[in-house]
């Protein structure tokens, strides 16, 4: 319940982003160089509820490459953006590793919980671009 807090709490900023806002072309490079699959951003600005501008999904084969493409999200946004993530979780599961940037959220999964969880039918009214 302490979660739903703090979601309610917590404001976008003000700052909208765009597909061609700095941190999101850096999110979906970093994910390209460690080779992950099936990256989609969902366009979530025109959708009020949302907790965020986009929703960037992608998918890793194994545990190792999931941890090594949310590492390169956060050395890549840090050293090119100088941002730090607001929050990150899932470090431990070796499932999915989210990557909170507030406007940006990253999610990086395995094959089996994308399947599973169906991000991009859960917000299907979001815009929804494939990045190859």
């Known amino acids: 319940m302490n979660n739903?807090?703090?979601?309610?709490?917590?404001?976008?900023?003000s700052a909208r982003l765009t597909r061609n806002s700095k941190i999101f072309k850096n999110i979906?490079?970093?994910i390209q160089e460690k080779k992950g699959e099936k990256i989609i951003s969902l366009d979530l600005r025109k959708i009020p509820e949302a907790v965020a501008d986009f929703f960037i999904i992608c998918e890793a084969t194994n545990n190792t490459q999931l941890k090594a493409i949310a590492d390169s999200v956060e050395f890549e946004?840090?050293?090119n953006c100088g941002e730090l993530p607001y929050k990150h979780n899932g470090r431990q599961s070796d499932q999915w590793i989210l990557i909170d940037y507030i406007n940006a959220v990253v999610h990086v999964m395995l094959p089996e919980p994308r399947k599973?969880?169906?991000l991009e039918e859960l917000w299907s009214d979001a815009?929804?671009?494939e990045h190859y």
């Open 127 to 129: 815009a929804f671009l």
């Open 116 to 118: 599973f969880y169906q």
């Open 77 to 79: 946004v840090k050293k």
């Open 4 to 13: 739903l807090k703090v979601l309610a709490e917590r404001k976008k900023s």
């Open 28 to 30: 979906i490079h970093a």
